[in-house]
C-alpha cells in the first residue's frame, strides 16, 4: 500500500471543506451536497450571484477564508480553465470536472481544450472528469444526485459512465445497493482507473468493489491495479467495447481505446476479476458479493411454484454454465411427506405452488429449504416467489398477515442454508412495474424489505437470478485457479 | 383446411352453453366466466350446493335442459371420470379437466388413470387436459382467470404450461398483450399441441401464433402442423427442456418425451418457426410480430441518452447477431445541425440526452427519427426513452405537459420511421417496480400507454428490446430462406 497516495486520495474523499464552483439555484451538485452531511462544509462560488439558496457565493474560490480541499467545477467549458487555475492557486487537493465539451467531441477545439487542461494541472492538483458525474461518498457527504441515500454501505463502484453512476444511486433506493465510495470519472484527464482501483482496494470501508470501463491509457498499469485490488477482495467489471461496433462507440465516447473484447476478457481472468455483460448484472453481482460467501461448486436447487418454469429455468442454468442436480433419494423420500404428489414435481426443480400458500402447521417451505440444504451436489439455492397476484385474489385483506407468516416461515429456511450449511441464497420477486393491482404492488414491496432485512439479495426476475449464481461461480472457479 | 375438423375446434372455443362442474363460490372458473358475456350461457354444476353465487348449482350436467357444448371439470381426480362420462351422455362436444393427479404425478395410480381417461373418451368427447388451465377467448367469453382482460386481439397462445398462460393473461393488462385465442393443454390426454395449431392457423381471427411446448407424443404430426401454421402466418416457439437437465424436468413436469434440444431446433427452423430462449422473448416477440412488418435487414439504431448504455448497447447487438451501421455522412451532418457536440455522440447509437428534454421548437427527436429512417443500412430503431426520474427532478409538476408534448412529437416521427420508411420500432421505458417516486411511475404508466396506442411496442430493458429486434430479424431470415 502506497500510504501517501492513499492519504492524498482520502483527502479528496473525505476534505475538510468543499465547494462547488458555478453553484446556481438550478444546479444539481448545489440541491445534492445541500441536502448531506457536507452541508456544513460547504461553500459556493459564482460571481453572478450575491447568495445561492440563502447562502453567500462567492465570486472566486480565492475569496472564500478557509481551506478548501474539494471542488466541484459545474461552469461552461470555456471557464473551466480559469476556475482550475483559481483551484490550483487556492491550494484545492481535487477537482471534480463535471462539465463537457472536451476531447469526447471529437471536435478539434475541444481535443485542445483538453490538452491545455492536462498540461495545466499536471503535478499541481488531483482532476476526476472532465466529462463526468464525480465522487459520491454517504461517509463524508459527497454526492452528485440529489436522490441518493445517506446509507454508508460497503461497495466501491468506478464507472467511465456518468449514466450508469445514476443507475447505482438509484439502485440504492429501489434494490438496497449500499455504497462505500462510487467515482464517475469520465474523460480521465488526471486520476484515471488505476488510481480509484488502488484506493478502493486500500479502503477499509469497501469490500467489493464494482467497475464500468471502456478503455484505458496505460494498460500494463490498469493490469497490475486490477490484480492488486483483485488479490484484495472481489472486483466484478463490465467492459464497454468488446464488439467492433462497440469499440467504435465507445472510442467516440470517452475517446478511449478500447482494444479487443477478448485482449480484455483474458487480463480479468488473469486478475482475479469477474467479468460480467451488462449493466443489470454488474448490480447483482456487486451486491451479492456484499452479501453473500463464494458458492463452493455450480449445483443449483431451485424451488419454484411453477413447473413449466422449472422446466425453462433448468435449461436457462444449463445453457449459463450451471447443474441442475436431481436431489438423492432420502431427500425426495423427506419432500413426499408433506409435498403433494398431484400438479408438482418433487426433484430439483421443486415445483410445488401449494407450499407458498401455506402460512401454518408443519412441513412449510423452510422445511423445503432445510432438505435442500443438506445435499452435498447443492450450492446454491434460488427461491422463485411469484405468487403474490394470485394470494391478493384468494385471500383479499387477509393477504398481508398471510404472507408476513409465510415469510418469516421461509426466511428462516433461508437463514439457515446460508448460515448453517454456507449455500447462496437468492430470492426473486417477480413485479410488474406496470401492475394494475395495487395491492400486489404494496405485497411486494413488503416482502421484498423483509428479505432485503435479513440480509438476502432480491432481484425481480429469475433469470437475474441465474445469471447472479453463475457469475458467483464463475469468480469461485477464478479464485480457486489462482 | 380440414373444414369438419375446423367447426369442432370452432364449436369448443365457440359454445352455444357452458357449464363447470365442480363450480363452487371459491373457485376461480367460476368467477372468471361469470365476469365475461358467457355468464348469459353459464351453467354450474355440484352436488354438494343447491345454489353457487346465486345460481341455480346442478347435481348432474344430465340435468341441464339446453345443449352444453362445452364443460370444464374441476372436481377431486377420482371424480373426474364419472364427471367426463356423464358430459359424453350429455353429448358435450369438449371439456376442459383442469384437474391433476393424473400422469404428471409419476405414480402408477397417476398414469393408470390418465390410461382409463384416454380410453373413455376415444372418438366419444374431445378433452383439452387434464392438469391444465384450459382455454380462454375473449370473443366468446371463455376465461381462467378473473383478471384476464375482455379486449379481443389478434395472438393465438398455445402452451404446455398453466404458469405460461397466467403470464399472458397479466401482459394483457400489464403490457397490452392481445389475445384472440389461448389453450394450456397440460397432458394432453386426446387434443394436442397439432390440433391448436392448425386450429389457430385456420383462425381468421388469428393472425400470429405462440406457442411454449415441453414435448409431443407424435413427432411427424407436429412437424406437419407447425409448417402448416408457420406457412400461414408468424409463429414463435419457445421449446422447455433443451439441455440434459430441463429434458429431465420436462419429462417429470408434462410426462413429455422432450427430445434432443438440436433435433427441436432444427425442425423449428426447417418449418419457419421462430424459436426463442426465455417467457420474455415468446411475449415480446408474439406482440411485436402482432403489430409490426418484419425487417428487412440486421442493421439497428439506438437513439439513447447515454454514451455507457449506447457501447453496451452496441455490444449487446453484435452478440446477438445485429449490426450497428455508422451512419453516412449526409445524415451526421444533418444531425450535427442540432445535436449538441458537448457529451453527446453523434452517430449510430446516438447519444444526445438533450433532445429527450426538447418540448418546443426545431430540432426535435422527430428529426433524428425522420433522418435515422432515411438511412437504407438500418432496418430497426430502438428508442431508450429513459429520462422520466430526472424530469421529475427537473420539473416537477410541470412534467406532464412538457412530456405529452415531447411524446406527441417523438411519436410522429416513430409513426413516419414505421408507416412510411417501413422501419421496425421499438420503444424501451424502464421503470424500477420498487421505485419510491409515485411520480416517476404515473408519468412512465402514462408515457407508455401514449406509445401503446399508437400501435408501439414497448419494453421495459434495453436487453429485452436487442433481443426482440434480434428475433425478428431471424424470423426475417428464416422467411427469406423458406
Given at each position: ?100 465539451g472536451?476531447g469526447?467531441t471529437g471536435l478539434p477545439e475541444g481535443i485542445r ?370
Amino acid at each position: 500500500m502506497n500510504t501517501a497516495k492513499f492519504e492524498e486520495m482520502n483527502s479528496i474523499f473525505f476534505p475538510r471543506n468543499a465547494a462547488v464552483i458555478g453553484a446556481s439555484p438550478k444546479d444539481n451538485y448545489t440541491y445534492s451536497l445541500l441536502a448531506t452531511k457536507i452541508r456544513d462544509r460547504l461553500y459556493f462560488v459564482n460571481p453572478n450571484y450575491g447568495e445561492v439558496l440563502g447562502r453567500k457565493s462567492y465570486a472566486s474560490i480565492l475569496d472564500i477564508d478557509v481551506p478548501i480541499d474539494y471542488a466541484v467545477i459545474a461552469v461552461p467549458a470555456q471557464f473551466v480553465l480559469g476556475a482550475v487555475g483559481d483551484c490550483i492557486g487556492k491550494g484545492v487537493k481535487g477537482v471534480h470536472i463535471f462539465t463537457s465539451g472536451f476531447g469526447e467531441t471529437g471536435l478539434p477545439e475541444g481535443i485542445r481544450l483538453e490538452k491545455k487542461l492536462a498540461d495545466l494541472v499536471k503535478g499541481k492538483i488531483r482532476v476526476i472528469g472532465p466529462n463526468c458525474m464525480g465522487s459520491y461518498c454517504p461517509k463524508s457527504g459527497l454526492s452528485f444526485n440529489p436522490a441518493s441515500t445517506n446509507v454508508e454501505g460497503n461497495i466501491g463502484v468506478i464507472t467511465q459512465s456518468g449514466t450508469f453512476a445514476q443507475v447505482f444511486v438509484y439502485a440504492g433506493r429501489t434494490m438496497n445497493m449500499r455504497i462505500s465510495k462510487m467515482v464517475s470519472y469520465g474523460n480521465a484527464v488526471d486520476l484515471d482507473c488505476p488510481d480509484f482501483l488502488e484506493y478502493l482496494a486500500d479502503d477499509p470501508d469497501t469490500s467489493v468493489i464494482a467497475l464500468y470501463i471502456e478503455g484505458i491509457k496505460d494498460g500494463k498499469r490498469l493490469r497490475a491495479a486490477l490484480e492488486y485490488a483483485a488479490g484484495k477482495k472481489p472486483l466484478v467489471a463490465l467492459k464497454g467495447g468488446v464488439t467492433g461496433a462497440g469499440v467504435r462507440v465507445a472510442s467516440s465516447h470517452t475517446g478511449s481505446l478500447a482494444g479487443a473484447g477478448q485482449t480484455w476478457s483474458t487480463m480479468f481472468k488473469q486478475s482475479g476479476v469477474v467479468q460480467v455483460d451488462d449493466v443489470d448484472d454488474l448490480l447483482n453481482t456487486a451486491k451479492t458479493m456484499s452479501l453473500s460467501a463464494i458458492p463452493s461448486g455450480n449445483g443449483v436447487s431451485i424451488v419454484t411454484y411453477s413447473g413449466g418454469f422449472a422446466v425453462v429455468q433448468s435449461d436457462m442454468c444449463v445453457k449459463a454454465g450451471l447443474q441442475v442436480p436431481q436431489f438423492s433419494q432420502k431427500a425426495i423420500d423427506e419432500l413426499r411427506k408433506f409435498v403433494p404428489a398431484a400438479g408438482t414435481m418433487i426433484g430439483n426443480p421443486l415445483d410445488s405452488w401449494q407450499l407458498f400458500y401455506k402460512y401454518s402447521g408443519e412441513g412449510r417451505l423452510s422445511d423445503v429449504l432445510r432438505i435442500v440444504s443438506g445435499e452435498k451436489q447443492i450450492h446454491s439455492i434460488i427461491l422463485q416467489f411469484d405468487v403474490i397476484r394470485f394470494m391478493t385474489l384468494m385471500w383479499g385483506q387477509g393477504a398481508e398477515e398471510k404472507l408476513e407468516a409465510i415469510a418469516g416461515d421461509f426466511l428462516a429456511g433461508c437463514r439457515y442454508a446460508r448460515d448453517e450449511a454456507g449455500r447462496l441464497v437468492i430470492i426473486t420477486i417477480s413485479l410488474d412495474p406496470y401492475t394494475d393491482n395495487e395491492m400486489e404492488r404494496s405485497l411486494s414491496v413488503f416482502l421484498r424489505k423483509m428479505c432485503e432485512e435479513e440480509g438476502f439479495h432480491v432481484v425481480p426476475s429469475l433469470g437475474e437470478a441465474i445469471r447472479t449464481v453463475a457469475y458467483m461461480y464463475k469468480y469461485a472457479a477464478i479464485k480457486n485457479k489462482s
